[in-house]
């Protein structure tokens, strides 16, 4: 009897619970309607189909298609949009609805809150990029909010995943969209700086990688923002391209040394993972030490010479050669020469030092005088002409200097060029030999003997000779001489008769005349002489006065007196 009680009452306890579970799915069924989002249990995943248990009579099924990324597993709930209740398969819904329902929602609240979406920069259009928000909605992006910096590649940064912040949202129903990323990574780039100014300090080591390239250095990024690496901090030694020690996109590590919060400058080194050379200088060179370098820079004033890395001098031009001018380094030496040098000076707080290529050398003015002492007669080269004479080439860079007035003892050279030309072979003596201002001074006619001093021991003041005139001038006429030389006789010594103006005096003669002088002084050494037409003519009557009293004391004891002369001559 009992157990007849307890078989009816489970019974009817199982028809209870069938019927409960009957009206909870036909009140489920009665509250889904179209276009709702509902919440479904993942049942089964085969390799086409996800199965979901959305509380309907039947399952409703989703293409794998609708899955991005990983597939769901059993037990997890998937939010979809409920398309059709009453398909010809069973319940119709859409998973990529559903999160473009959510996404609007997000993008949306993004907007009105100012706060960054994520997405995927998915390919470029006109005038910027669309990019993938997800959930179907698409935004664009201008080329000019793309990136912190301009944007060289358009197509270097499609399929790039990032943050952006929504500038502007048209429709709350359409994918009508503008991002814009360059304010984010703006924001993140200051983050990023401050926080480095915070933590790091000068000496810190940091890393960065290599972004690119200027005339005075290299800029490396540092997470967003710059750091300066100066072509002078490269290295101790002489950088002439930065290329040579850095590579664009190569990740190094470097020292800070400078730090400007304020002006946001950072500047790093990779020097200064080394010691400075400057530090033992003093323990291998000294002065006078000759050294070996390599030349790796010249200049209008010299050539830059590397001792060894971080230790450069200058060979300054004047200190190339001791008997050539060197107008230019690069007629003497060429970038990359290995060669001698000796240390003439040096400055280690400046960091400098003075170098020598000659001094390496013997110095042929040392020996110049006993090799060409004063007399000495040799062959030479005209190598230049100038207004007052010219050089002429004695040994390779040893020139002397033969002076206009050294070129003829008698004719007045006005310029070396109507007598010598550039490559003429010549014959001179050394005149003067001055080793220590690098001078030696040679002559042509020295060769010759000296026809003024001819001329002054035949002729001598008071004496009278027969020239020719060679020019007539304001100032008077030139007389040519016995032995070739030349003489002046003034416009005051022209005319016997003082009335008689130069200018009217000087009538009567010309250029080639015969004339009669009387010399009136002679200085050999500077090669000069004066004559006198009307000196010449007194002494003719001083000459005749005496004849003729010589004369007439040997007719008459004297009795001719100066008087009677003088009548004669006027009789006459």
Not at 97 to 117: G, I, S
Request: hydrophobic fraction near 35%; charge should be negative.
């Amino acid at each position: 009897m009992e157990q007849m009680e307890v078989e009816k009452e489970a019974a009817q306890d199982s028809k209870n619970s069938i019927q409960t579970q009957l009206e909870e799915s036909l009140k489920s069924m009665g509250t889904l309607e179209d276009g709702q989002l509902v919440d479904g249990s993942v049942i089964q995943v085969t390799s086409d189909s996800v199965f979901l248990d959305i509380g309907y009579k039947s399952e409703a099924r989703l293409p794998v298609t609708e899955f991005a990324d990983d597939l769901p597993k059993v037990g997890d709930v998937i939010t979809v949009v409920l398309l059709k209740k009453n398909g010809r398969n069973g319940p119709e819904v859409s998973k990529s609805k559903a999160d473009a329902k959510q996404m609007w929602k997000d993008v949306r609240k993004a907007f009105d809150e100012k706060q960054p979406v994520s997405g995927t920069i998915s390919k470029v259009v006109k005038g910027g990029y669309e990019v993938n928000l997800g959930g179907d909605i698409h935004a664009f992006l201008p080329i000019s909010q793309a990136d912190s910096q301009k944007v060289e590649k358009p197509e270097s940064i499609v399929g790039t995943k990032s943050l952006f912040y929504v500038e502007r949202l048209y429709s709350d129903n359409k994918a009508n969209v503008v991002v814009n990323r360059r304010k984010y990574l703006e924001e993140q780039i200051d983050k990023n700086r401050e926080k480095f100014f915070e933590t790091v300090k000068i000496g810190d080591s940091v890393k960065g990688t290599v972004k690119s390239f200027t005339s005075f250095g290299a800029f490396i990024d540092l997470g967003g923002f710059d750091g300066l690496l100066h072509i002078n901090d490269m290295s101790w030694g002489h950088v002439t391209r930065p290329k040579d020690f850095v590579k664009k996109g190569q990740e190094i590590e470097l020292k800070v040394i400078r730090l400007e919060p304020e002006e946001k400058r950072i500047n790093l080194s990779l020097k200064h993972f080394s010691e400075d050379p400057w530090v033992h200088f003093e323990e291998k060179y000294h002065v006078n030490d000759t050294v070996k370098g390599k030349v790796t820079k010249l200049t209008d004033f010299g050539a830059f010479i590397e001792l060894e890395e971080g230790i450069e001098g200058l060979a300054h031009v004047s200190e190339f050669s001791w008997t050539k001018k060197i107008n230019k380094p690069s007629d003497m030496v060429k970038v990359g020469d290995e060669l001698e040098c000796m240390i003439l000076g040096y400055d280690i707080q400046a960091g400098r030092v003075s170098l020598g290529l000659k001094q390496v050398t013997e110095n042929p003015w040392d020996t110049i005088a006993e090799k060409y002492p004063v007399g000495t007669k040799l062959d030479g080269k005209v190598v230049k002409l100038t207004n007052v004479g010219a050089f002429v080439s004695i040994e390779d860079g040893i020139d002397g200097f033969l002076h206009v007035d050294d070129l003829s003892w008698t004719k007045k050279v006005k310029h070396p060029g109507s007598e010598l030309a550039v490559d003429q072979e010549v014959k001179v003596v050394v005149l003067e030999n001055d080793p220590e201002n690098h001078r030696i001074r040679v002559g042509l006619k020295q060769l010759q003997d000296n026809p003024w001093e001819q001329f002054a021991s035949e002729y001598s003041t008071g004496s009278t000779l027969e020239g020719e005139i060679t020019s007539i001038t304001d100032f008077g006429l030139f007389v040519k001489a016995p032995c070739g030389i030349e003489g002046l006789v003034n416009k005051s010594n022209l005319s016997d008769d003082r009335e008689v103006p130069f200018e009217e005096a000087v009538k009567k003669y010309n250029v080639g005349d015969k004339i009669n002088v009387y010399v009136v002084d002679i200085n050999v050494e500077k090669e000069k002489a004066a004559f006198s037409v009307r000196e010449y003519k007194k002494k003719q009557q001083r000459d005749e006065i005496s004849r003729y009293m010589s004369s007439s004391s040997d007719d008459d004891d004297g009795a001719f007196t100066l008087g009677d002369f003088m009548k004669t001559k006027n009789n006459e």
